[in-house]
């Protein structure tokens, strides 16, 4: 297993759609397949309510929340997404409490479909075939099929081949994967858009750029700006691989698809992109033979890096009862903390509490790299930071003082590595003043 900073390219991905470049230094990690999976295959991921993510093991379905470490360590049975057929992916519209998903029709091809939630009863109900409109301009009902008015170019009888549908941020737009002889060849990524309640509009490839011969499926779009899905187009490492998509200059173009490489693909299949609640972890499926089964999720493991230094108390002579604790590593260039190591902010409030009355000095640090005058700037807002997460917490802010001091003080002074730079990139809590009457 390689160490790769594939989780944060695609947090960052996910998170800011601009600065995928800024994204590729962080946190070390790799990706290994879930503990939760068993010899049977893990079919595709879905996001849910609350920020759960739910996934298919044959009829049952599961659901699970990453954890503060971005992993998952438990699932639990969803019952009220079984028995109705889903297939592949499904889209959940919290907003208008619609299920929108796939499975197979009365034509013996899959159809798109849209459930209702019974607020009453608890369960997805008035399940209906959803109505769409045809790509040929006759107006003729096609029966038995999602598509409501016209002809669908298709490969066969009936209207086969809507899978895995993904829907956009504001739930008016369906994206989804169809093999159709309207489209390049393979299966492609389309999009329709909701004209009323009861109508969609006709399917539109999503842009020419990204569709090939190949099979494009798994389509998942974030904030309608960015769209994940997989290809086996020519290029890729062998079988199904990764891409990614930003939106274009045009509302209904995007740009040139770009592989996520040999740090998340292989040459085995791997697809099905998910991230947790706030896009602050992702996960893919893969079948590649050092899983548990046919299938796999795969979940990011971040690398604990053991320095020679205790990071949580670490004395000194001249400070009142050794207090002094160094926490919160920083990703290069950022002040704000990254969210796997908010438990420990718990543990320094509490420590903080054995000194009712004492002041409180908090210093940022920056790594070796770059301008003096930037490196104090940038320590300042790291400081002030962790100030501001410590006063909502409850802590007195008469009693905070923060100071930036840049890179004036490493830990390590001829770091090369990026594991050795993260080291320097911290924030020192340390006494500076104790209560006289204590």
Not at 17 to 26: D, K
Not at 48 to 66: H, Q
Not at 123 to 133: A, F, N
Not at 241 to 257: F, L, M, N, V
Request: aromatic share 12%; with cysteine.
């Amino acid at each position: 297993m390689k160490n790769i900073v594939v989780l944060i390219m695609l947090i960052g991905l996910a998170l800011n759609v601009y600065s995928v470049e800024e994204r590729l230094t962080g946190a070390s990690s790799y990706f290994e397949s879930s503990e939760v999976n068993t010899s049977a295959k893990e079919l595709p991921m879905s996001p849910y309510k609350n920020g759960t993510i739910v996934f298919f093991r044959k009829d049952t379905a599961y659901m699970f929340t990453p954890n503060q470490y971005l992993m998952i360590d438990k699932i639990t049975p969803c019952p009220e997404l079984m028995g109705l057929g889903i297939e592949g992916t499904f889209a959940y519209d919290e907003k208008a409490n619609k299920l929108y998903f796939s499975k197979k029709g009365e034509t013996g091809g899959n159809d798109l479909f849209v459930a209702t939630w019974n607020e009453k009863e608890k369960k997805w109900d008035s399940v209906e075939m959803l109505q769409i409109r045809g790509v040929m301009k006759q107006q003729k009902a096609y029966k038995n099929s999602s598509l409501a008015v016209a002809r669908w170019v298709q490969t066969g009888r009936g209207a086969s081949g809507f899978y895995n549908p993904s829907l956009s941020a504001d739930g008016k737009k369906i994206y989804f994967s169809g093999a159709f002889k309207a489209g390049k060849g393979g299966r492609d990524i389309w999009y329709i858009e909701k004209e009323s309640d009861d109508i969609w509009s006709r399917p539109q490839l999503i842009s020419e750029s990204d569709a090939t011969a190949s099979n494009e499926d798994y389509p998942l779009v974030i904030g309608d700006t960015l769209l994940y899905f997989a290809s086996d187009r020519e290029g890729g490492l062998g079988g199904l691989d990764i891409y990614y998509a930003k939106k274009g200059a045009q509302e209904h173009t995007w740009g040139r698809a770009e592989s996520l490489s040999d740090v998340v693909n292989s040459s085995a299949n791997d697809y099905n992109v998910a991230f947790g609640k706030m896009n602050h972890s992702a996960f893919f499926i893969s079948d590649r033979t050092e899983g548990h089964g046919d299938a796999d999720i795969y979940s990011a493991v971040l690398l604990n890096i053991a320095p020679d230094f205790d990071l949580i108390a670490l004395p000194t002579m001249d400070e009142p009862k050794g207090f002094n604790w160094i926490l919160f590593f920083f990703d290069l260039d950022k002040y704000d903390m990254k969210p796997e190591y908010e438990v420990q902010l718990g543990e320094l409030i509490a420590a903080m509490a054995e000194y009712p009355g004492a002041k409180f000095e908090i210093s940022g640090h920056t790594d070796v790299r770059g301008e003096d005058d930037y490196n104090v700037k940038l320590s300042e807002k790291r400081a002030r930071f962790v100030r501001e997460l410590l006063i909502k917490r409850g802590v007195d802010p008469s009693s905070l003082v923060a100071v930036g001091r840049g890179k004036t003080e490493p830990i390590i002074k001829d770091a090369q590595t990026e594991p050795e730079h993260e080291q320097n990139r911290r924030v020192e809590v340390r006494i500076i003043e104790e209560d006289v009457n204590e």
